[in-house]
């Protein structure tokens, strides 16, 4: 079923980062954003890191050329009529997932299956507006995507065994390690994750401590890879945002209640790296941070 091309809608950070494992695997790739210059900038960052890959001596030259030359870049969403499997990562908005959805849902065959790599969004709303919520499931790939290990596999109340098992048998191929979870708010990761971001940022908003002390403290105490706020920084700070939403709407705990901090960041259009600026500033946007 999921033979033959992969289709990836929405080629930021996320979106760009599957296209790149899917074609390394040897997948061909129909990578669409909404216009040729996004689709483009998602196809060039893709090269940087595969080049990055080959210096580490990950890759090999021709694998990278050959990754690239599976790889369609497009603003036309009419060339996902061959995929047999599409995966969404466009911007974490359910009415803006749901409108997609309906669109693929008419455009592409059958017994394609549609996935999405949503943050926290139900996948068993996102699937009732398609006609094919059997063949509809959540494939949360972790960022950086060439890096990270788990996706995280959500199955609505309506996906099917057959489209699980062809989920699972995909995330394997592109050598990553499946873990299945249920379809609540937030699934795990970020159910588990995003409320030690929101008492990171709660901590900078009350002036416990400077951003650079915040995570200082959590990589240094708890071995944590980056600081949390780095590590928003890095999610985007919308995404963020959108995920507190949802676990706070969806399990109506005012534990879950995103801090006014973030929320003002947001209203400002600080997005973090990608935006080139959120609790810290970086030399334009998706660039390195700034000491
Ligand atoms: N593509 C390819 N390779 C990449 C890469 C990319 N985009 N980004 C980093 N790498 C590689 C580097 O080349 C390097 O490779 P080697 O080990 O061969 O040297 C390796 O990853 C480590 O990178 P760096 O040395 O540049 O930097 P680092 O040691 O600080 O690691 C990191 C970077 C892997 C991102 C690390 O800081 C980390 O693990 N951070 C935490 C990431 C995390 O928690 N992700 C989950 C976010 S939450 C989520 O994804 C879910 C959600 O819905 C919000
Ligand atoms: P991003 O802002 O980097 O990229 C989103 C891309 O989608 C943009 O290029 C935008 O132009 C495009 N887009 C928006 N609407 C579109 C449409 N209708 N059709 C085609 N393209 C469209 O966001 P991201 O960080 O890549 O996140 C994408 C999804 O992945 C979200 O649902 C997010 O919650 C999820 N996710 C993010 C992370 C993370 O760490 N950033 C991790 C796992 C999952």
Redesign the pocket.
């Known amino acids: 079923m999921t033979q033959g091309t992969i289709g990836v809608v929405g080629a930021g950070q996320m979106g760009a ?1 599957i296209a ?1 494992v899917a074609a390394l695997a040897g997948k061909r790739v129909v990578l669409v954003d909404v216009t040729p210059d996004l689709a483009g900038k998602g196809l060039r960052g893709i090269e940087k ?1 595969l080049s ?2 080959v210096e ?1 001596g ?1 890759v090999s030259a021709p694998d990278r050329d050959a990754a690239l030359a599976r790889i369609v870049a497009t603003a036309d969403l009419s060339r996902l009529a061959e995929a047999g499997l599409v995966v969404e990562a466009i911007v974490e908005n359910e009415g803006v997932k749901r409108d997609l959805f309906a669109r693929l849902d008419s455009l592409v065959p059958p017994l394609t299956i549609l996935a999405t790599n949503t ?2 969004i139900s996948i068993t709303r996102l699937a009732a507006g398609t006609k094919r919520p059997d063949r509809f499931i959540g494939m ?9 290990a788990l996706v995280e596999v959500i199955r609505g109340i309506a996906t099917s065994d057959e489209t699980t098992e062809a989920v699972l048998a995909l995330a394997k191929e592109l050598g990553k390690t499946p873990l299945l979870c249920r379809d609540f708010p937030g699934f795990v ?2 159910r588990i ?1 995003l409320p030690m971001l929101n008492e990171a940022f709660f901590a900078v908003h009350e002036g416990v401590a400077t951003p650079d002390a915040v995570d200082g403290i959590m990589k240094l105490g708890m071995n ?3 600081g949390p706020l780095t ?1 928003a920084d ?2 985007g700070l919308d ?2 945002l959108a ?1 507190l939403k949802v676990l706070h709407g969806g399990l109506g705990d005012d534990k879950y209640r995103p801090c006014p901090l973030l929320v003002q960041m947001v209203d400002a259009g600080w997005h973090g790296r990608k935006s080139g600026r959120g609790f810290y500033r970086y030399d334009g946007p998706g660039g390195e941070k700034l000491s």
Request: proline share 10%; aromatic share 6%.
């Open positions: 980062g790149h890191n990055r890959q580490k990950k943050s926290s949360h790939f972790m960022n950086p995507v060439p890096v990270m990761a970020n994750l944590h890879p980056m590590l890095f999610i995404t963020c995920i």
